[in-house]
Structures are given as structure tokens and as C-alpha cells.
């Protein structure tokens, strides 16, 4: 039988899940300025990717696995951003980072160049490297399935980072929502179809994506969260096998 201090936990668990989801898609998504600043490296965002930095530490497997040309562990790019995020925990420092990352985006994913790293999950998992391919497609069914729509959908790829991190975001918040309600099978069935998302979506190009953004962004800030994504992406698996097994029994009224 479930304890209050469990209930507690899996409960903060996934708090934190949605807030980095948030975070991610807000970063790639370019919504990064002054007033962003304190969601990007306040104290909620330092709880929360301390947890993370944890949470791949406790796999020594996982810590050492190493992504792309870069060469960097997942441990590192947890830590990494964990050290971003204190660097600037001053209010001043932390509306200039979220200033520098707003006039790096466009030079990063917008604009092709010698920075450009491509944002779209297509061109990483079809040998053509074009858009709007049967990945794209299937992305966008989860989406539909889950009541959410693109606004400019079928004039923009679905699968970009930023729409992908979108809807983990509102998927998390659900199964957060669905646990205090006490809705323990609708919270179940959101983290499966999550999980199915991340298996099949997120961990078939993330560590590529982040490799190119860690290799490509001179001050880093992108570089940071692109690294602690791919990190979340790895231990995510765990976390929501963690929350389904801590409620196999029932909760204490």
C-alpha cells in the first residue's frame, strides 16, 4: 500500500517532468528574452534540473553514455546545464542569457548557415533528409489523439523540437492533473502513451540533435539545454516505469 510520502514523490516527480517539457519548449521553440529569464534559470528550473542531474547519476550506465561527435557524456550534459543554470542565478545575468539566446536563435535553427542545426525530427530518421515524411505523419496522429491540434499544421512540420516538447509538456501536466484527481488508470494510460512517444519520436534523433546544437552554439546556453533534453529523454523510461509501479497498490485515503 502506497504511503504519503510516495504519493509525495511520484507527485513532485511529475511536477518536474512537465516543468522541464515547458522549458524545452519554450528554449527551441524561441521563446527565450528578459522576461523568460527567471523560468529558464530561477529556482524552479534549478530544482528541476538537479533532479535530472541526480536522476542520470544513479544509472552509471547511462551517465557515461556519449552522444555524437561532440563526445560528451549524458552526465556531462546533465551537469552541464545544472552549472548554466547556476552561473546565472543572478536576476541581471540571467535576463542578459535569456537575451544572448533570443539573438542566437535565428542564426542557429531559422537561418542555414555554418550554425544551422535543423530542428525537425524528418530529416534525421529518413536517409532523404526531407520534411514532412511518414515520421512527420505519425507524430502528428499522436497529437491528434490527444485532442491537440498545430496551429499552422500542414504548413509547418509537426515534428519540430519545439511542437514535440509541446505536447510532452501537456501530456505531463495531464498525468500530474490525472494523479491529484486520483484518476490513477487515466494516469497510467497518459505515461504509456508518453513513453510510446519518447521510444519512438524523441530518442531516435535527440542525442543527434543535441550533439550538433552542443558542437554548433559558441556561448553554450543552447548547447546546455540541448544536452539536459537528451538527458531527460534517456531517464524519462524509468521515471514513468517508477510512478506505474509505485501505484500498483492502493493509495491510503
Known amino acids: 500500500m502506497e504511503t504519503r510520502e510516495q504519493e509525495r514523490r511520484i507527485a513532485m516527480m511529475l ?9 524545452f519548449h519554450a528554449v527551441f521553440g524561441g521563446g527565450t528574452d528578459r522576461a523568460s529569464a527567471d523560468r529558464l534559470f530561477g529556482t524552479v528550473a534549478q530544482d528541476a534540473l538537479a533532479w535530472l542531474d541526480d536522476r542520470v547519476r544513479a544509472d552509471g550506465a547511462l551517465a557515461s553514455r556519449r552522444i ?39 542564426k542557429l535553427f531559422q537561418v542555414p548557415g555554418a550554425a544551422y ?12 533528409g526531407m520534411l514532412f515524411r511518414a515520421s512527420t505523419l505519425d507524430v502528428r496522429s499522436y497529437y491528434h489523439r490527444a485532442g491537440f491540434r498545430l496551429k499552422a499544421e500542414k504548413r509547418f512540420p509537426d515534428d519540430h523540437i519545439a511542437a514535440m516538447m509541446d505536447y510532452m509538456a501537456r501530456m505531463c501536466r495531464r498525468a500530474y492533473e490525472e494523479f491529484a484527481d486520483g484518476d490513477d488508470a ?33 556561448r553554450a546556453y543552447y548547447g546546455a539545454f540541448a544536452g539536459a533534453m537528451a ?15 509505485s501505484l500498483a497498490g492502493q493509495r491510503k485515503a
Not at 75 to 100: F, N, Y
Not at 117 to 128: F, G, H, K, L, M
Not at 193 to 202: E, T
Not at 231 to 245: N, S, T, Y
Open 15 to 23: 511536477a518536474r517532468r512537465a516543468y522541464l517539457c515547458g522549458m
Open 68 to 106: 555524437g561527435a561532440s563526445e560528451r557524456t549524458l552526465g556531462e550534459c546533465a551537469e552541464d546545464a545544472v552549472s548554466c543554470i547556476g552561473r546565472h542565478a543572478d536576476p541581471g545575468a540571467a535576463a542578459d542569457a535569456a537575451q544572448a539566446m533570443r539573438d542566437d536563435y535565428p
Open 117 to 128: 542545426v535543423r530542428p525537425w525530427e524528418s530529416p534525421y530518421v529518413n536517409a532523404d
Open 186 to 218: 487515466g494516469m497510467k494510460e497518459t505515461l504509456r502513451v508518453q513513453a510510446g512517444f519518447m521510444q519512438k519520436h524523441m530518442l531516435t534523433w535527440v542525442d543527434a540533435f543535441a550533439d550538433k546544437v552542443i558542437r554548433n552554439d559558441e
Open 231 to 245: 538527458a531527460f529523454a534517456h531517464i524519462d523510461e524509468a521515471c514513468v516505469r517508477e510512478a506505474a509501479e
